[in-house]
């Protein structure tokens, strides 16, 4: 059985999916997002190298509370499409022993999405921005492999849950959420829309990792205005 490389598990997560969740944070990524929290996941030589079978016996634990709660397991990241083989290994195991699963993920990375997908109840799809130069010019890549995940996603079976990033002056425009909703209404299967609000957190991280942080002089976004935004947003989707 192979081994996957994980950052680190959160368990009893509350804000990854539905009910109570164990949280598999999964290393290696492929975006350079401005405003990423967790830079220490973007190294595909980092983290713990586990197996499988010992990844399920940490989760299937926490089996009790998912069943109670509708709960699961999320696996994030980092992104865990970077590790596909890996991923659809313990996906398999998860839905063998009855745990429901959600993968958060941007869309980025490779492997045979269809067939992952056929293990995947829940998709947490964020949307990092409305167009290709924005994409570019806050992930470094130009998004379409994002929109190739996404025609598989919306093949399968999979609920999406999509999310996207409120940064002022970035992606805080009542033009920019109308565009959003624009692209939001094409995907088929969505379920719910989430706008999270920038924060600063990680800051702290990039020091550490002598890393230069592209948003230093943006502030965090206002908690209250993102809630408006996400209200708007809504109403544009009818939702």
Known sequence: MMKGR???????????????????????????????????????????EIEALDLLKKIVRYKPYFDRSYGGVTFSGGDPLMQPEFLLQILKLCKENGIQTALDTSGYGFGD?????????????????????????????????????????????????????????????????????????????????ELLPYHTLGINKYKSMDIKYRLEHTEPMDREKCKELEEQLKSLLNI
């Open 6 to 48: 994980i950052h680190s598990i959160e368990t009893m997560g509350l804000v990854d999916g539905p009910g109570i969740r164990v949280v598999v944070f999964f290393q290696g990524c492929a975006l350079r997002c401005a405003y990423c929290h967790n830079p220490d996941t973007w190294n595909f030589s980092g983290g713990e």
């Open 113 to 193: 999405y269809d067939e992952i997908l056929k293990y995947t109840d829940l998709i947490l799809f964020d949307i990092k921005h409305i167009s290709e130069k924005g994409y570019l010019d806050l992930t470094g890549k130009d998004g379409k492999e994002a929109w190739n995940f996404l025609k598989a996603a919306e093949k399968s079976d999979a609920k999406i849950w999509i999310r996207h990033v409120v940064v002022p002056d970035i992606t805080d425009s009542i033009e920019h959420i109308t565009e959003l909703s624009k692209i939001i209404k094409k995907i088929k299967n969505v379920e719910k829309v």
